[in-house]
Nanobody
């Protein structure tokens, strides 16, 4: 069973940057495609970014494309989300997710989730 633990959230001013980390355990990390999702108050959870098992492919939502970068370090069993040019509308709880499957940056179908980390962007 995969365990995921996010860290790196916090309070930042608009235009600032944060880097989220997600440490995975319980399964060979390079077998897992990884994703980041977020959920704002009163809204459904939405896809943010994904990266394939070998890091050769990535996918982003239109709302973060060009501002956020997903990456992974398979030697450290960790996936990252570098968030630049943050906006108040990026405020949400950010979740790390994992799934097996083909080497592909899936935008859904994840079956392992972290507990989430709060990101708050002030205007």
């Amino acid at each position: 069973q995969v365990q995921l633990v996010e860290s790196g959230g916090g309070l930042v001013q608009a235009g600032g940057s944060l880097r989220l980390s997600c440490a995975a355990s319980g399964r060979t990390f390079s077998d897992l495609n990884m994703g980041w999702f977020r959920q704002a108050p009163g809204k459904e959870r939405e896809f943010v970014a994904a990266i394939s098992r070998t890091a050769g492919m990535t996918s982003y939502s239109d709302s973060v494309k060009g501002r956020f970068t997903i990456s992974r370090d398979n030697a450290k069993n960790t996936v990252y989300l570098q968030m630049n040019s943050l906006k108040p509308e990026d405020t949400a709880v950010y979740f790390c997710a994992a799934r097996a499957g083909y080497n592909y940056p899936y935008t859904g179908g994840y079956n392992a989730w972290g507990q989430g980390t709060q990101v708050t962007v002030s205007s």
